[in-house]
């Protein structure tokens, strides 16, 4: 269902993300790294990738699972994911001790959070990440959460990906629309309001339409108040192809700024499968560009990993539940890499 939508399958990502330093709110060390099993994780050189590495992620711990098992090998291999930032996905729970945990870790490494709210109402029509908050009145309660989490530490948001595209394309339900884009605005509104926070509303990718059937619900959705929009999110578009995208439709929105998720784009789409499906675990893709604010358009204002990359997309081609580690995939993942 998802072959002209895009995110696909985005998450039990949110159960699984809220696991890591929250209970406690703890942050690393001073330096950001974690010592698991003789293995270091540090943060990446914050003139071209400002944005936090955490360094007891999942991609972290399978580092240390393969190295105290000798596999040196698969560890180096896992550490090409293990060592660049990727999205935290805020949990539906506890959304304040989550934002907070995650900006805390952040700020204690002098690096900016990267989170992805994905919580809409309504969320996914159905499908493998079914679900979000139960009503207009607990999404803006969330929303409230995640504010307050972050507070005035530096954060990058990625708005609800897919929120916008499932309007335009149908699969959202006509009574859910206006709701819908008063929850964008809102949300835009209060995260706008933050210090130090940027905010970067899903836009589609290059594959599901053309700019013109997104632009003016963008808009609606209150685009002109963000920092910008973002395409390619979980999905596998080049970098090329989401420039070409993003610019057309930046030309139709003010000349917005956009973020491209380059984490699994390496080898471009996969289009052997049915058509339908290739958005779900496809066989055959690679890491993308690595996360950096040095980009090949100055409309771009960063090449970020919003899917995290090895966690699955859903059930199909033989994965496990959506958002899940999935081993054997990230290391397909990275050894297709350069």
């Known amino acids: 269902m998802y072959g002209k939508r895009g995110a696909g399958a985005l998450a039990a990502v ?5 696991t890591l330093l929250l209970a406690g709110c703890s942050a690393p060390a001073d330096n950001g790294k974690k010592d698991g099993g003789g293995v270091d994780i540090a943060q990446r050189p914050k003139g071209s990738d400002p944005f936090w590495v ?5 991609a972290a711990e399978q580092v240390a699972t393969y190295t105290r098992a000798g596999k040196k090998d698969d560890a180096e291999q896992i550490r090409k994911i293990a060592e660049q930032p990727t999205g935290e996905w805020i ?3 506890n959304p304040e001790a989550e934002a907070r945990g995650y900006t805390e870790a952040a700020e204690k490494a002098d690096r900016t959070a990267l989170l992805v709210l ?10 493998f990440s079914q679900g979000g908050a139960a009503d207009g009145d607990a999404y803006r309660a969330w929303i409230d959460g995640v504010t307050k989490g972050i507070g005035d530490r530096n954060t990058t948001v990625v708005l609800e990906p897919d929120a916008v595209l499932h309007i335009v394309d149908g699969c959202t339900p006509d009574e859910f629309h206006e709701e819908r884009y008063d929850l964008l605005k809102g949300a835009i509104a209060k995260l706008g309001a933050l210090k130090n926070t940027k905010v970067y509303l899903d ?11 997104i632009f003016q619900p963008l808009q609606r959705a209150g685009v002109d108040q963000a920092d910008g929009f973002a395409v390619n999110v979980s999905n596998f578009y080049t970098t090329r192809d989401s420039i070409t995208y993003g610019k057309q439709l ?3 929105v003010g000349d917005k700024h956009f973020v491209i998720d380059t984490s699994r784009n390496g080898n ?11 958005w779900c675990n496809p066989p055959g893709r690679a890491l993308g560009e690595t996360p950096s604010t040095k980009t090949a358009d100055p409309l771009v204002d960063a090449y970020v990993w919003v899917k995290r990359p090895g966690e699955s997309d859903g059930t199909c081609k033989g994965g496990p539940k959506a958002g899940e580690w999935w081993s054997d995939y990230a290391l397909k993942l990275a050894r297709a890499s350069k």
């Open 118 to 127: 994905y919580n809409i109402p309504h969320r996914d029509c159905g499908q």
């Open 268 to 278: 471009g789409p996969y289009t052997a499968g049915k058509a339908d499906e290739n």
């Open 250 to 252: 930046s030309a139709k």
């Open 14 to 18: 949110a159960l699984a993300g809220a």
């Open 54 to 58: 955490n360094p007891e992620g999942n």
């Open 203 to 213: 836009a589609g990718n290059a594959g599901w339409g053309h700019p013109d059937q």
């Open 91 to 93: 949990g539906p729970e």
